[in-house]
């Protein structure tokens, strides 16, 4: 934790305590969703701080105080002084602004469409805060019909199964446990379990065609899973490519790059890897970025890219 | 009692946990001096008869670490000495610190709170976000179901979006330089932003410029510099500013309409079919919106063949151009 979340840790831990008179440090650490160690810390520092008081010099009085027998020896905390804080602290106006938002972007989902619930908490997390909340703003838009369909395999612990076209072309039926959806600008992802590939895959929404929800019970659970950071599961038979890219725009190609690319910059241009399953993949993307990228290496892989670009520019003549 | 040894380090939580403790208990505020010489952290490096001047810089830093988290920090002027830097006074005002009795969350409540704080994958509002939980968490209310791994995430791409977010929250003036759809150079704009609204999947910011009265979008992705956050202020303008931003997009986007014929079964056919709001006037001929030319010409010209856009003309000669710059970057 950096000092600013340790702080805000002290202060919201102070009234929770003030609030449970006795509690195991277990259960505080279940609620806060730390680490016991973390909470026995905090407590450790917070019964040993206070105010200068009237002496200038800390006296008992003056301090926190715990039950430290029934701490040491039961792991229990009850505090048996308190000084200066009574109740919990305000929201920031970013933070305030922070769930606001996340709010907004929840109610654009079909299962979490009561937008009377999501107004109240708005109105409250405002009135809440310690300044008016800066305005972010997640447009509510309607959403793919799929969404409704993968949340309800997931509350009711079966799998998904849906037609899907890879990125050469095929479309093959495909079984999945959905483990998470998550989106990057316009573009909507099912992470999730591939029983036809017996991996995790990564799914565009909007490449899914007649999705049915199964009776087949769910064989991986989101807690069960491992996801990596990107979105793209890497694989020994990937190819890798060496593009040239703007700078300005390297951070969308973030989910192609691997760790620990070749990495060189230039006036502007920057030099690096991406990977892909294949060069089919790689011509829309790198289409999709005319004059902001290109591919340097290898041959063939420049060769299908501009045979697909040639293709859509020859539609036109 | 803590412990009186000069050389014992205080850990920084520690030093302002307890300036915090200290201005929340005091009625009349602490002067500078006083903070220095007796809050636990800034007296074990207090010099009674020297020069304290290092000690000063990191009370500075701290009162803003602790402003930032939303701690209402107040200065209050002596009375009798309403100029004089020394006599200022700082006290935290429990009325502006604790959150109002009258807010309270339910455990259902609590679960939106806690699905809202994961929507942010990473950067700032992540942070931000997990800080508002531990608050939310010190009511002592149990969520009443847990949170599941399944949970939607939003990554924010954009560069520019972390510091806009930041000068945001100060209302402070930015500095970028903006590349104006049809604009071959990019050009530097000063600018006070009032709002970050997500249209259609994509970041812009409402804001207006200094001494106008007229407000502008800018796109996230068209801001080619880094964002530049200036030590100038605005006052904010009264209003839903985020609200009116979406709709003034809304309106562009439903008047910028596309003609594209797709390759039957084609990748293509299959996504803009299920794009928001795609009419199909006759098979194989849909009927698009799009809120930004250029952006749209991009996403196209990534289908190559299985797109041919009909009209307008300007659309359909930016796509057959990007692919055209495309075929030249991948020549021989």
Redesign the interface.
């Known amino acids: 934790m950096q000092a600013a979340d340790k702080l805000t840790f002290l202060l919201s831990l102070v009234p929770y305590l003030i609030e449970r008179d006795r509690v195991s440090v277990a259960e505080a650490a279940e609620h806060f969703a730390v680490k016991p160690e973390l909470i026995r810390d905090a407590v450790r520092l917070i019964a040993v701080s206070g105010v200068p008081g009237e002496t200038n010099t800390y006296q008992s009085e003056d301090l926190f105080d715990i039950a430290w027998d029934d701490f040491e020896d039961n792991d229990f905390i009850t505090l048996t002084n308190q000084v200066a804080i009574d109740d919990s602290p305000r929201f920031s106006a970013r933070e305030a602004s922070a769930l606001i938002a996340g709010l907004q972007y929840l109610s654009s989902l079909p299962e979490n469409a009561d937008r009377a619930a999501v107004a109240s908490l708005t109105s409250k997390l405002s009135r809440g805060a310690s300044a008016v909340p800066s305005q972010v703003a997640v447009e509510g838009s309607e959403t793919d019909a799929t969404l409704a369909l993968i949340r309800e395999s997931v509350t009711r612990g079966v799998q998904i199964e849906f037609d899907y076209r890879g990125s050469v072309g095929e479309t093959e039926r495909r079984r999945v446990d959905p483990l998470r959806v998550e989106s990057v600008d316009a573009d909507w992802y099912l992470r999730g379990w591939c029983h036809l590939r017996e991996a995790v895959r990564t799914f565009r929404l909007d490449r899914i065609e007649n999705p049915v929800v199964t009776d087949e019970p769910l064989s991986k659970a989101a807690t069960d899973v491992q996801l990596p950071d990107t979105l793209f599961e890497a694989s020994p038979d990937d190819l890798v490519v060496t593009i040239d890219v703007a700078a300005a725009a390297e951070q969308l190609l973030g989910d192609y790059i691997p760790d620990g690319a070749q990495r060189s910059e230039k006036d502007g241009r920057v030099r690096t890897n991406v990977r892909v399953s294949h060069y089919h993949g790689l011509k829309r993307l790198i289409a999709s970025m005319p004059g902001v990228a290109y591919v340097v290496d290898p041959p063939e892989a420049r060769a299908v890219v501009e045979e697909w670009a040639a293709a859509g520019a020859a539609r036109y003549r | 009692?803590?412990s009186e040894s000069p050389s014992a380090k205080v850990?920084?939580?520690?030093r302002?946990?307890?300036l915090?403790?200290?201005l929340?208990?005091t009625e009349n505020g602490l002067t500078k001096t006083?903070i220095l010489?007796?809050?636990?952290g800034y007296r074990q490096s207090f010099d009674r008869s020297g020069d304290n001047a290092n000690l000063e810089r990191k009370f500075e830093r701290d009162k803003d670490?602790?402003r930032?988290?939303?701690?209402?920090l107040e200065t209050v002027a002596s009375p009798g000495d309403p100029g004089n830097n020394q006599n200022l006074r700082y006290r935290i005002p429990?009325g502006?610190?604790?959150?109002?009795?009258e807010?309270s969350?339910s455990a259902?409540?609590t679960t939106?709170?806690n699905?809202?704080?994961?929507?942010?994958?990473e950067g700032?509002?992540?942070?931000?976000?997990?800080?508002?939980l531990?608050?939310l968490?010190?009511?002592?209310v149990?969520a009443d179901e847990p949170v599941?791994?399944?949970?939607?995430?939003?990554?924010v791409?954009?560069?520019a979006f972390e510091p806009l977010?930041a000068a945001?929250?100060r209302n402070a003036l930015v500095r970028f330089a903006y590349l104006k759809p049809g604009e071959a150079e990019s050009r530097v704009r000063t600018v006070a932003p009032?709002?970050?609204?997500?249209?259609?999947?994509?970041w812009h910011l409402?804001a207006e410029e200094p001494g106008a009265t007229v407000r502008k979008t800018f796109l996230l992705r068209r801001i080619?510099?880094s964002v530049v956050t200036t030590g100038t202020t605005f006052e904010?303008p009264e209003g839903?500013?985020?609200?009116i931003?979406?709709r003034e997009?809304?309106e562009i986007w439903n008047r910028n309409t596309a003609v594209v014929e797709v390759e039957p079964g084609s990748?293509a056919s299959?996504?803009l079919h299920?794009?928001?709001g795609t009419v199909e006037s006759t098979p194989g001929s849909l009927e698009l919106h799009y809120s930004d030319a250029n952006i749209f010409a991009?996403?196209l010209?990534?289908?190559?063949?299985?797109?041919?856009v009909i009209s307008p003309d300007s659309l359909?000669d930016a796509?057959?151009s990007?692919?055209?710059?495309?075929?030249a970057?991948?020549?021989n």
Not at chain 2, 137 to 140: A, D, K, T
Request: charged share 30%; net charge neutral; aromatic share 6%.
């Open positions: 009692m803590p850990p920084v939580e520690e302002l946990f307890s915090v403790l200290a929340l208990a006083e010489s007796t809050v636990q670490d602790i930032e988290l939303g701690v209402p429990r502006a610190y604790e959150l109002p009795t807010i969350f259902e409540e939106l709170l699905l809202a704080a994961m929507v942010w994958r700032s509002l992540s942070a931000e976000s997990r800080r508002a531990l608050k968490r010190s009511l002592g149990t599941i791994g399944y949970a939607p995430r939003l990554r791409r954009d560069a977010n945001l929250g009032l709002a970050l609204v997500q249209h259609q999947g994509r409402y080619v510099s904010l839903d500013l985020s609200a931003a979406l997009l809304e990748d299959t996504r299920k794009r928001r991009d996403e010209a990534g289908f190559g063949p299985e797109v041919l359909r796509v057959r990007r692919l055209e710059t495309t075929v970057d991948h020549g």
